[in-house]
């Protein structure tokens, strides 16, 4: 995708009107590992998180994932308060190693039983259930046997997902394959901050093609069982921009948005790799792990979209003078392009440090729009870790109201210019597990003491709910 916005537009969107169309999905969204906790109940056997969570020093203050939000067994109260703020669906994902303890075989019981109640417990309140196959929790027994990038591990991820929707399929219509194969490969085998915290070039860049061959075999098989239901995969997409409009920094811009968004976009969408990309990655790898047939199978058609947005990548040309570290010991997430700088524009940002831009929103959902077209596009993860004070048994998280509210504004106006968006999901329904940040970071709208795992509805929650109500922003 080219044509970068102006690295000034973070002006919050004002004024704009406020209905969304009819049937607008209004969602929140959570995932496995980051919420459930009871990672030795059921069956469930150690993913790759559980094993890097344990690992001295990769997580923030050591935190793991073992008790999390006790959702496995605190599910049904949390059902009842995503009724009360009145959602109509809910993104939640499903551990594979609750699913298959060793990786393949059939289904366990259990851990299909546990799924099950929860969906159903969805549907009694009138939630409609979207389910992520793959939220980055790999069975640690597929990663000893290569991990993504084994080619072996996308037919893997196919016979999970096939198995999975088989026993869901019945209430569950929505399916997405993947959350952010970007993160999975390179920050999972590329940086190795996140699991399973390899650091070679070369394999990140085939677990990314080995995740799009899993989501297109996973979509060929659910298709197959059931052509009415609903598959898409969501990506990550940033707004990218040059710091200046010289031609270095417009060419970091253009590696950037390469290896982030296109080149995700264009095998899924397209059937073929952005020829820059590959070009780019000369020095790191040949694309032997490519066989014929494999751009037809990742590009399988889709019905829907996830766009994951958080902020806007502003990029620089390398430092000149400054020698290039060989590509395989720079540990980086960007291979081919380890030398890009990512610059900071002193705008607001997040508790995260990520610039809140708004209107990159807008950007991104009308540049894919224009380059992959007639596509149902969903807003499957967005939102703001801020720290949050509880006082007197009250979050006033004014200011991740006001980035819901802006997004949502942005939200709007892609709509008003023709997008097809068709719902969004909030990030996140409760306070969770941040990944390599641990407990520290708070995403939810509902704030979790993890001592006693009170819920306490934010005000951003409250102010959610009263948007649902309304289908619609009130004017600012
Ligand atoms: C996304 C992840 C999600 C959460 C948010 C903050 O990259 O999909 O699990 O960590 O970031």
Redesign the pocket.
Known sequence: MSNPASPQSTQLLEGVGSTFPPGFVWGAAT?AY?IEGAVAEGGRTPSIWDTFSHAPGRVLQGHTGDVACDHYHRFSDDVKLMAELGLKAYRLSVAWPRIQPDGVGPGNQEGLDFYRRLVDELLEHDIEPWVTLY??DLPQAIEDAGGWPARDTASRFAEYAALTHAALGDRVRNWITL??PW?SAFLGYGSGVHAPGRTVPAESVRAAHHLMLGHGLATQAMRAARPDHEVGVTL?LYAVSPQTDSPGDADAARRIDGLANRFFLDPILRGSYPADVVSDLDAVTDFGHVRDGDLDTIATPLSFLGI?Y?SRHVVAAPLEGVAPEPYWRAQSCWPGSEQVRFVTRGVPVTD?NWEIDAPGLVEILQLVHRDYPELPLYIT?N?S?FVDELVDGQVDDSDRLGYFDAHLRACHTAIASGVPLRGYFA??LLDNY??AWGYTKR?GMVYVDYDSQLRIPKASARWYAGVIRRNGLTAQ
């Open positions: 995932a980051q939220h980055w959350n952010e993160c990550n994951n958080y995260m993860e939102g870790a990030w996140s941040e990944w995403f």
